[in-house]
């Protein structure tokens, strides 16, 4: 196996498009701090690594590393195995740098995206079956979510992972997303058991209006910050079934 020393542009002669920089650039970037890639498995390791906190399409993480390259914060490299050749793509020290900047800077907002708290947003254009079934849905959501992740955890407790000198941030971010399924699991099977007794979805005087659930969210608005003694009053839904 070797390298060819062919670096940006990908095409001799031509120079790729420059995008603005977002948020996938800098994730992708990431990933390249910590080793250099190949194209196809930069591409998986981000669908592997990233799809419960940056899930993007499949097309946009292919295109990524190039306007990285038109950025000067990569490199592109031809690996050629016999007949066969393949882009491989590293950091450049702009990009270390780049990178750096990035991370100091202020993060945006999270976003959250359900269809099936859409779904029950609007339930009361529907059946009682329909929202139940959409409750369920997310509640087997979670329960797959929080089996996959603990095939992971498994798999870094014995063998460290693929990235063990980074294992203190992935047990972080483990533990948000861990949290994270715990909440879909538990509050759907919250909501699909308060919907169990209603007899349809709306009007509101036509069904029992869990009216505690108001006093509950006051409450968490005003407990103290964390590092204070909490609410004694303060109640979660159920964590599952």
């Given at each position: 196996m070797k390298y060819m020393g062919q670096d940006s542009p990908l095409v001799p002669?031509?120079?790729?498009?420059?995008?603005?920089?977002?948020?996938?650039s800098f994730a992708i970037l990431g990933l390249l701090s910590a080793r250099p890639w190949p194209a196809y498995e930069l591409t998986g390791q981000m669908k592997r690594g990233m799809r419960y906190?940056?899930?993007?399409?499949e097309t946009r993480l292919y295109q990524e590393p190039k306007n990285l390259v038109a950025h000067g914060l990569a490199t592109a490299s031809t690996e050629v195995n016999g007949r066969r050749s393949r882009t491989v793509y590293s950091i450049t020290p702009s990009g270390r740098r780049a990178l750096a900047r990035w991370l100091e800077a202020e993060s945006a907002p999270p976003q959250m995206e359900s269809e099936a708290v859409l779904r029950a947003t609007f339930a009361d254009a529907g059946s009682k079956d329909a929202l139940l079934a959409a409750l369920r849905g997310l509640r087997a959501h979670g329960e797959a979510l929080r089996q996959q992740l603990g095939d992971q955890a498994a798999d870094y407790l014995a063998t460290g992972g693929p990235f063990p000198e980074r294992l203190h941030l992935i047990a972080l971010v483990g533990r948000f997303l861990s949290d994270y399924a715990e909440l879909l699991q538990g509050w759907a099977t919250w909501a699909e058991d308060t919907v169990a007794g209603w007899?349809?979805?709306?009007?509101?005087?036509a069904v029992p209006i869990p009216a505690e659930v108001f006093d509950l969210v006051l409450r968490r608005a005003r407990r103290p910050p964390p590092g204070r003694p909490p609410d004694p009053d303060t109640t979660e839904p159920p964590t599952g079934r």
């Amino acid at each position: 196996m070797k390298y060819m020393g062919q670096d940006s542009p990908l095409v001799p002669g031509v120079k790729p498009a420059r995008r603005p920089l977002t948020t996938t650039s800098f994730a992708i970037l990431g990933l390249l701090s910590a080793r250099p890639w190949p194209a196809y498995e930069l591409t998986g390791q981000m669908k592997r690594g990233m799809r419960y906190t940056w899930p993007r399409a499949e097309t946009r993480l292919y295109q990524e590393p190039k306007n990285l390259v038109a950025h000067g914060l990569a490199t592109a490299s031809t690996e050629v195995n016999g007949r066969r050749s393949r882009t491989v793509y590293s950091i450049t020290p702009s990009g270390r740098r780049a990178l750096a900047r990035w991370l100091e800077a202020e993060s945006a907002p999270p976003q959250m995206e359900s269809e099936a708290v859409l779904r029950a947003t609007f339930a009361d254009a529907g059946s009682k079956d329909a929202l139940l079934a959409a409750l369920r849905g997310l509640r087997a959501h979670g329960e797959a979510l929080r089996q996959q992740l603990g095939d992971q955890a498994a798999d870094y407790l014995a063998t460290g992972g693929p990235f063990p000198e980074r294992l203190h941030l992935i047990a972080l971010v483990g533990r948000f997303l861990s949290d994270y399924a715990e909440l879909l699991q538990g509050w759907a099977t919250w909501a699909e058991d308060t919907v169990a007794g209603w007899p349809a979805t709306g009007p509101a005087s036509a069904v029992p209006i869990p009216a505690e659930v108001f006093d509950l969210v006051l409450r968490r608005a005003r407990r103290p910050p964390p590092g204070r003694p909490p609410d004694p009053d303060t109640t979660e839904p159920p964590t599952g079934r």
